[in-house]
């Protein structure tokens, strides 16, 4: 088995290559060239001196590099001259007992690929523990990719030859992520707990105090207290699953910590729980270890989030920094259920919702370890992220009123277009937005109400959404985007309504937890960067009444999140909880 030892002590480059050769298929300069970083620190550091070795080495030597990858149930896996990694790999995911329909697929796909993109198609199949995607995954994953423009696919290809070889660098050094695994598996059976109507279609929506969430709540506490050792385990009056693993000293103040279980509809299976899975295994991990760090760690799994069910965003975190409120009982979801009666089915005690309010000075803070739910650190090519801030946002719904009339007889300078008052207005933010770094805008929804073909639009509804990771900033552009509807109404004669549905403060990270996410990944071997997080989360909530601060994990196929190809890494994983663990022995430093 190989060693970092004795990979930073070979004699020369070539030797480095002869070490880890076949990671990179047919492409020992890889190797060679990235051996000029040692000494490495990390594995993960080595996997990324590789990678970057390809980042920089051109677009010729890039596709060089694609092109000598086989087909998958292509070619070479026909004539058996595969290379051995990739016989390993294509025979664990099966494609050597392909179905003749299923053969004849992938190799319509195979020839359909390589006239759209000249290089072959590339995915890793492998997954933990060495088990791979169905077929079925693979040849829906092929089908979708072949819509992606040609540089996109070129990029996504890399990355997979990337995860390829970190697969493949993990068994020379026989390295195990164990904690990555156990956080996986998590998420794979919570997964199966859906709501009716999309368990069917194998679809996960879980929202607040279904069957399946209440199910959700249930595995959450016993794995906390069986599988994990937390000291207390609780389903508290909103229905967040709370775990408290005490310190060495009871009255010292805890770290809190945690996300979200519920999910958006036909949603994935990372976005919150990866947040809750992390702190659980460091605390497991304590408890195998028999060790209490001075301060205690409280885990909460909360309850809501999304506001799927019911307009009420944050229910659960909200609960905590006593904003839990009362008028949300009456709402009702869309089979009529006031959230009074939901809460009094699933047995939670509405009574005691306010005694749930955290004392800030008995906390230390609060962090949340996230999936980015964006491309940043895919399209970087790193597992980690330290978050600056938490995008402040504001929200308005609005609609232009023109006037309807006949498309061929008004001439264009006699128009009132409500549409294209919107659409001027919607150019006018995406230009607005791209002049400061760390600001988006958005209009969302677009909608001509009874539209027609022949009709110049009388009106159009539309909707506003502008983030930055200061409230200045997004305050700024708010009062330009504004003024611009003014002047393009009064120009085209068209006025508006504009309501605002939504206003929310950015929370910027406390520097002291920032710096202390920023060592713990650099304990890692791997580089520090720092980014903001345009999406709110819980710790958005939190920060009304404690430091907080966060840290983001790199998500597959390109960061999408809210979507069934929200995806993570066991590896990316295993480096989140080793990332956890050093922010915990770090301690009050």
Known sequence: MLSLAHLNSAASAADVATLLDGTYEHSPWIAERAAAQRPFASLAQLKLALV???????????????????????????????????????GKAGLADCTPEEFATLQRLNADYNARFRFPFILAVRGPRGLGLTRHEIISTFERRLTHPVDYEREECLRNIHRIAE??????????????????????????????????????????????????????????????????????????????????????PRLLTGSHYDTVRNGGKYDGRLGIFVPMACVRALKA???????????????????????????????????????????RDADGVTMRAAMEHAGLCIADIAKLQRNPARYL?????????????????????????????????????GMASHAGTTPMDRRRDAAAAVAELLLYLEKRAASEPHLVGTV?????????INVVPGRCRFSLDIRATTDAVREACTADV???????????????????????????????????????????????????????HDAM?????????????????????HNPLEAVTNDDIELAVRAFGHLLEQGLE
Not at 176 to 193: M, R, S
Not at 292 to 320: D, H, N, W
Not at 368 to 396: A, C, F
């Open 52 to 90: 970057q070795v390809v980042r920089e080495a051109g677009l010729a030597a890039q596709l060089a590099l694609i092109r000598a990858h086989p087909e998958l149930a292509g070619k070479a896996m026909v004539s058996k001259t595969l290379t051995a990694e990739s016989t390993n790999e294509q």
């Open 289 to 331: 270890a028999g060790r209490r760090l001075p301060f205690g760690i409280e885990v909460v799994g909360f309850a809501e989030e999304e506001g799927q069910r019911y307009k009420a965003t944050f229910l659960g975190s909200g609960a905590l920094t006593g904003h839990f409120d009362n008028n949300w009982l009456a709402q």
């Open 482 to 536: 504004l003024a611009e509807l003014e002047r393009i109404g009064e120009r085209r004669g068209v006025r508006h309504t504009l309501e605002e549905t939504m206003r929310a403060a950015a929370a910027p990270s406390a520097p002291a937890w920032q710096q202390r996410w920023e060592r713990a990944v650099a304990a890692l071997g791997l580089p520090v960067h720092r980014m903001p997080s345009g999406a709110g």
């Open 365 to 401: 803070g609060f962090v949340e370890v996230h999936i980015e739910q964006g491309p940043v650190l895919n399209e970087i090519d790193l597992p980690l992220g330290v978050v600056t801030s938490i995008n402040g946002s504001v929200r308005y719904v609005g609609e232009a009123i």
């Open 167 to 252: 697969l493949r660098l993990n068994d020379k050094f026989g390295h195990e992520p164990t904690q990555g695994n156990l956080v996986w598996d998590w998420a794979e059976k919570l997964a199966l707990h859906s709501d009716p109507g999309y368990a069917e279609r194998g679809q996960l929506t879980v929202t607040y105090l279904t069957d399946a969430h209440r199910a959700c709540a249930q595995r959450l506490a016993h794995w906390m207290r069986e599988d994990c050792g937390f000291d207390r385990v609780e389903i508290d009056a909103v229905g967040n699953v709370v775990g408290v693993y005490d310190g060495s000293d009871l009255t010292a």
């Open 444 to 452: 969302g929804m677009l909608e001509v109400p009874g539209g027609s």
């Open 541 to 561: 909530k939190l920060h009304e009444v404690m430091p907080q601060a966060m840290l983001f994990v790199r998500g597959m196929n390109a960061g999408i999140s």
